[in-house]
């Protein structure tokens, strides 16, 4: 266990990133107290916020229990993260529900490419009506 986990503190660095050339870079950098103020007061345009983070431990999930339960696991995630994953499941969700109420068939192919920051999805129906809906399409081989 290193000394992080075993004191519950939470690891001081700063992240910065930059969309450029069609390119998202980001870099870590472990700066003191000092030089991250100096960096922010060179470079900032002015937005500040700040977010209190609050460890959730096990012990913390199992007190959330209720009778004749048990915690058999635990995780989070940023609150921007999850956020954003809601969202994108929210819209995915209601194009799935929408297809299907329409099409009796359809297929989706999922494209997930993460060097060039991108997933991509799309959906398609048959054109011939007469074809089965029973039938299993075959899978595509090329996703672009």
């Known amino acids: 266990m290193t000394d992080i986990q075993s004191?519950?503190?939470i690891p001081s660095y700063t992240v910065i990133q930059r969309m450029a050339d069609g390119k998202m870079v980001k870099d870590v950098l472990d700066l003191s107290q000092e030089e991250y103020e100096n960096l922010v007061k060179q470079y900032s345009n002015g937005f500040h916020s700040e977010q209190?983070?609050?460890?959730?431990?096990?012990?913390?999930?199992?007190?959330?229990a209720?009778?004749?339960e048990k915690l058999i696991g635990k995780g989070s995630t940023r609150t921007e993260c999850f956020d954003k994953a809601v969202v994108?499941?929210?819209s995915l969700m209601e194009q799935i529900w929408q297809i299907a109420q329409k099409s009796k068939s359809f297929r989706m192919?999922?494209?997930?490419d993460a060097e060039i920051l991108k997933t991509?999805?799309?959906?398609?129906?048959?054109?011939?009506?007469?074809?089965?809906?029973?039938?299993?399409?075959?899978?595509?081989?090329?996703?672009?």
Do not use: H
């Not at 609050?54 to 913390?60: A, L, P």
């Not at 192919?109 to 997930?112: N, P, R, S, T």
């Open 88 to 90: 994108f499941f929210m």
């Open 52 to 64: 209190k983070y609050i460890s959730f431990t096990e012990e913390d999930a199992e007190k959330l």
């Open 120 to 144: 991509n999805y799309c959906f398609f129906v048959p054109t011939d009506r007469s074809v089965s809906d029973d039938t299993c399409p075959e899978f595509s081989s090329n996703p672009y």
């Open 7 to 9: 004191s519950n503190k």
């Open 66 to 68: 209720k009778d004749g």
């Open 109 to 112: 192919e999922l494209f997930y």
